[in-house]
């Protein structure tokens, strides 16, 4: 317990900035709102609001959720960067925050728009089917998607988005063809899919593997190279004709660019120390992610690299904003 306590009291004392004026002093001296650029429940959500108590209870303010859906998380991500960079407006943006460079005419550039705290943690992806389907292996799904070309429809969070691209990825190395169902968020089209309403959904693991521990939803392959911990038996596309195929989720915070280093280092501080509670650590795992907490520089470093990677696939298979 005196452990705790030396870890959380210097974290909960307002940060005294210098140079500026008494009454902007200390941060934070009010809420603290991080944007999801996703609907309610997804996994983005599902982090953010992991993360939510701990983060409270350790700045000494609320920290305040707030959804803001819409073009493949590039509205949330517009709204951030347009924020004063204050300390008081943060983004858990996922891998779209690179991809849309490339996909999407943006009004910034990542790089000059965001200032860059840390990477939460990361996941793979999952190829899932709804159990009323008669596929009980990716080699069955991939066959009948060669007898009738775009016939299968298949779910994403978006157009873009990693699974979307991982999805392209798999279909052009393996020489069948799918027809893309995008979705506002992986909330919708976890819903669609567990109904039944879409017969295959790729999707990162957080939110669809208590559904395929359950049995609500059947995976047919993973996008990471070697065997996931939380979903064993299931077999990594490396394994099923597709050498070295990897594709993994992350989530990341960013904030609107400028933010001082010293706000910047202390929300860094903050979610590290965050992700290393054991509560949190098992939440996590629950979910099936990974846990990171990298530096601002690392970070920054890491976002650079995403966005020449997916850039590249986008481009090399012609991925428009309407495919």
Request: charged share 15%; proline share 9%; with cysteine.
């Amino acid at each position: 317990m005196k452990r705790r306590t030396l870890l959380i009291a210097p974290l909960a004392t307002p940060l005294i900035l210098p140079g500026l004026g008494r009454a902007q002093e200390a941060w934070p001296n009010r809420p603290v709102r991080i944007i999801v650029p996703f609907p309610p429940g997804g996994s983005n959500d599902t982090v953010a609001r992991i993360l939510q108590p701990k983060l409270t209870e350790l700045l000494g303010r609320p920290v305040v959720v707030e959804n803001r859906a819409g073009a493949s998380g590039s509205v949330g991500s517009s709204e951030t960067a347009r924020a004063a960079p204050d300390g008081y407006t943060w983004l858990l943006a996922n891998d779209t925050l690179a991809t849309n460079e490339t996909l999407m005419q943006m009004p910034y550039r990542v790089m000059q728009a965001f200032s860059f705290c840390t990477l939460v943690g990361t996941c793979p992806y999952a190829l899932v089917t709804h159990p009323s389907t008669p596929f009980q292996t990716f080699a069955q799904m991939a066959e009948a998607a060669k007898a009738r070309p775009r016939t299968l429809n298949y779910a994403t969070t978006g157009v873009g988005s990693g699974a979307h691209i991982a999805t392209v990825l798999l279909q052009q190395r393996g020489g069948f063809s799918l027809e893309h169902v995008p979705y506002r968020g992986g909330g919708p089209a976890l819903q669609d899919s567990l109904a039944g309403h879409v017969p295959l959904f790729m999707s990162n693991i957080v939110i669809i593997l208590p559904h395929i521990r359950a049995g609500a939803l059947r995976p047919l392959g993973l996008t990471q190279q070697t065997d996931s911990r939380f979903l064993p038996g299931v077999v990594p596309f490396t394994r099923l004709g597709f050498p070295d195929f990897e594709a993994l989720t992350y989530w990341q915070l960013v904030g609107p660019a400028g933010i001082p280093m010293p706000i910047l280092e202390r929300m860094q501080q903050a979610v590290k120390q965050v992700l290393g509670e054991a509560n949190v650590q098992a939440r996590m795992a629950e979910q099936g992610a990974e846990i990171v907490g990298s530096t601002p520089a690392e970070t920054e470093a890491f976002v650079r690299a995403e966005i020449e990677k997916w850039g590249a696939v986008i481009r090399d298979n012609n991925i428009r904003a309407d495919s």
